[in-house]
């Protein structure tokens, strides 16, 4: 791999290892390996994927999460996602070093769809590290394009099109200028010539993640790789990777 994350093909290299797994997070993966198989039979999964800080080697101990993503081999049940739940909760309970655990379920078609090739697909081949079988073997290589940022990150003016109380998610070490730090929801002019949208502020990854939870839904979140507590790429999916609304995209940007 170059300086750049490339392949000496200019392709992207996954940007996660385990062997980069930090010695405070082998017993916790381990664990999660365990449980993912003890629960998840063959017949319900694929394959099973590390993502985030603690493939990175990036993790800090009491501080991140441990962020799983489950390759189904059917569209996920609320049997899978309440089996998900119980193991999000155990490694949480029996793991002080991470600060929670997130496990994210999609099925297998859905990953390997063509619609899905520059989102899902992306995600998959370069932001996951596989913990078994590797569904980045059915899929393409990925190279830094124009088409690659469009696709990840979605259509702006489309997405603002199609949300009915659109609103905008800034994230910074501090307010944008003509800002005040006090208010969380200020008038911003929209950069594609639609009609004014709101703006909400957070200052670190940590504060953006509960913007979802705290006001209505959002039409566009825009976000840095890196921030304080928390990154880009781990946030996006923790917020939801894809809207189901046309368009709309919440992918993290440099």
Partial sequence: MTERGLAHDGTIEREGALERVAAAFTPVVDAARAQIAGTFTSARLHSAYLYGSVPRGTAVPGVSDLDVQLALSHEPTEADRADARAIETALDHAFPQIDG??????????LLSELERHDDGFFITCLC???GPDLAERLPRH???TELARETNGDFALVQRHASKPR???LGPAPRPNTT????LITAPSATGVEPRELVT???GRDALKSPLDHEDFAVIIMDVQMPGIDGYEIRPAGGRRS???GSGSGPRD
């Fill in 244 to 246: 189901e609304r046309p």
């Fill in 168 to 170: 905008q998610l800034a």
């Fill in 202 to 204: 957070a200052s670190s």
């Fill in 143 to 145: 190279r830094p394009t």
């Fill in 129 to 131: 590290t596989p913990l």
């Fill in 181 to 184: 730090a006090g208010p969380r």
């Fill in 101 to 110: 655990a997130g496990i994210l379920l999609t099925s297998t078609h859905v």
